[in-house]
């Protein structure tokens, strides 16, 4: 999960008024200043929050393999991706908004993503058949330990909806 409250309850929010308490962190803060808080701090920070937060649930984006690009033509044209205080802030942002067990997934699917493509960028021969089929016969056990931190993150995800401290039901945990 993440402290940010995400695209779920996007709807045309400022991201500021979603997420009021990240106005005071370092370096959200120097965002936030660049406009008071105004459409273009917010929609640079929404942009942040689809490039980082591995929620697919809540942010349909993160898959998405140019979603910089996608994102600046058509959430947000002005976006400078090369605005130390956008960058700042990109960087900040898996480190303070993620919780642990949220930024295990994140750097995993990172790394998963990264392995696929270059797995399917090889180009198959007499000469590393060998290799790519040992890669591909391996890919069972990183899925699995990648479904572990998954899971985790499920059951961090399912704490945390819980609202006014009552137990989940059976169908919150599945078990019917």
Not at 10 to 20: C, D, G, R, S, T
Request: proline share 3%.
């Amino acid at each position: 999960m993440s402290f940010v409250r995400g695209s779920v309850k996007y709807q045309e929010k400022n991201f500021w008024e979603a997420n009021p308490l990240i106005r005071y962190m370092q370096p959200f803060n120097e965002m936030y200043d660049t406009d008071d808080g105004g459409e273009n701090s917010s929609k640079a920070m929404w942009c942040i929050y689809f490039f980082c937060d591995p929620n697919e649930d809540e942010n349909i984006f993160y898959r998405v393999r140019n979603k910089e690009e996608m994102l600046k033509e058509t959430f947000y044209p002005e976006l400078d991706l090369k605005d130390p205080i956008f960058d700042k802030c990109k960087i900040a942002y898996p480190e303070m908004c993620l919780t642990s067990i949220s930024k295990a997934l994140k750097d995993k699917k990172d790394w998963l993503i990264k392995r696929e493509q270059f797995i399917v960028n090889q180009e198959y021969s007499l000469d590393n058949f060998a290799e790519l089929d040992k890669m591909a016969s391996s890919s069972k056990k990183i899925w699995d330990e990648f479904k572990k931190t998954e899971d985790e993150f499920q059951v961090e995800k399912g704490k945390i909806e819980v609202k006014g401290g009552r137990k989940q039901s059976k169908a919150e945990l599945k078990q019917i």
